[in-house]
């Protein structure tokens, strides 16, 4: 944080961040105390030492994520780099990483694919991955690691159709996602680029086939039309497939984890929408606030000088929008420390707010809708392995997730 920075006489610094989640929905105690204090817009202090600020309140998380002056991409001078992996060098940049305009070319290309139409026209698909991976693991029972076993490859075959990805290298993309995303808090920044490589490598050869030997993804329809008007450069198609593959990845499996544990833990939400399915989508969106595992994937630079909250943010701070604490507003959420299958307030930030709200959304409510309802239908006394005291978060990053369910029915 510049000297320059205002910040009112005797505000107390906030914890250090990322602060750990040890629990899938629990509000951890760093946040309960970031609310507590009652300032929109906060000070913080990263792994490095650096300070930027963090934002609690949902009213300003709003004004902020729409505000032009704040930057996504990570080399911004200020940018809130929260482990050492993320200071790596990287010879790419995702579209989540790019600013209007060169950032809605890139998204209006990919807006077709993931339209509510389209999205509902994979429910065939989507409920076929999930019966097959649940009949693997019922013949195999009566226990399963849900993580390993069905929210990491339900979503990776989605995401491998989407990106004509073969079935032989459906593995390969699991463990290279799994690295990126649940270990990438504890790799160092050579094993990070190492693992980038690999992963850019091979969708780099992909990219090549599909632009002279197309099928019928959404990875052949971006090759094809490359190949066609040159609107992508052959690099921007590699690192869009990057993103796509890892990031509708991640968050969708990480919520489906979550999303099993908090209903297994609130009984009585569960048994309302096993008895009513329509609730189904109501409570998708419930988890979706409620578990909030996009954590810290919201953070941006500031381009000019911000005066919000109360306070004023320089050019070249950070900003940090923990999903998690802005979604647990009690200005916008009732009683928001409550899990409520019934709840109506549509107005959760899990996907995001402006020009990067999530694209892919529609599909990630898809499978969440359709994983969810199949397996609590056809394993109604599915509980827990183990105390819930012994299940384990990755370690802090861009997006919370369980490293392992043990379950049994």
């Not at 995702?94 to 600013?99: H, K, N």
């Not at 807006?111 to 649940?134: G, K, Y």
């Not at 693991?137 to 399963?144: E, F, L, R, V, Y």
């Not at 680029?193 to 052949?220: A, C, H, I, Y």
Request: charged share 25%.
């Amino acid at each position: 944080m510049s000297e320059s920075t205002t910040v009112p006489e005797g505000t107390p610094a906030s914890p250090a961040f990322p602060v750990p989640r040890t629990c899938p929905f629990a509000l951890p105690q760093g946040y309960a105390d970031l609310r507590e204090q009652g300032d929109a817009i906060q000070r913080t202090t990263l792994f490095d030492g650096t300070e930027a600020w963090v934002v609690t309140a949902h009213a300003e998380a709003r004004k902020l994520l729409a505000d032009g002056r704040l930057s996504s991409d990570k080399l911004h001078a200020g940018f809130p780099a929260i482990s050492p992996a993320e200071k790596a060098h990287r010879p790419f940049r995702t579209i989540t990483e790019l600013d209007p305009p060169e950032h809605d070319v890139h998204r209006r290309m990919l807006l077709p694919a993931f339209t509510a139409r389209r999205t509902q026209d994979m429910r065939p698909l989507v409920q076929r991955i999930v019966d097959e991976h649940l009949d693997a693991i019922t013949a195999k029972g009566p226990t399963a690691d849900l993580v390993a076993e069905f929210a990491v490859p339900v979503q990776s075959a989605v995401i491998c159709h989407l990106l004509d990805v073969p079935q032989e290298d459906q593995e390969f993309f699991q463990e290279k996602t799994r690295q990126i995303t649940q270990e990438r808090g504890t790799l160092g920044p050579e094993e990070i680029q190492q693992v980038l490589r690999e992963t850019w490598g091979f969708l780099d050869q992909r990219v090549k086939k599909l632009e002279s030997d197309p099928e019928n993804g959404l990875l052949s329809v971006l090759a094809a039309e490359r190949a066609n008007t040159g609107a992508l450069e052959h690099h921007d198609l590699v690192a869009m497939a990057l993103v796509l593959l890892v990031a509708a990845q991640e968050t969708t499996s990480s919520t489906l984890g979550s999303g099993i544990v908090t209903l297994l833990r609130h009984p009585e939400q569960l048994a309302r929408v096993t008895a009513d399915p329509e609730l189904w989508p109501n409570a998708v969106e419930e988890l979706l606030r409620y578990t909030s595992v996009a954590d810290m994937g919201t953070r941006r630079a500031a381009k000019e000088d911000i005066e919000i909250g109360g306070v004023v943010i320089r050019a070249g701070e950070g900003v940090i929008i923990p999903n998690l604490l802005v979604n647990r507003d009690p200005k916008v959420f009732e009683n928001p420390d409550v899990f409520d299958v019934g709840r109506t307030t549509r107005t959760h930030l899990a996907f995001g707010h402006g020009v990067h709200n999530c694209i892919g959304q529609n599909m990630s409510r898809v499978v969440l809708e359709i994983a969810f309802r199949t397996l609590f239908e056809r394993l109604p006394n599915l509980r827990l392995a183990v105390p819930a005291e012994e299940l384990k978060m990755s370690p802090p990053g861009g997006v919370q997730t369980l490293t392992a369910l043990p379950v049994t029915w």
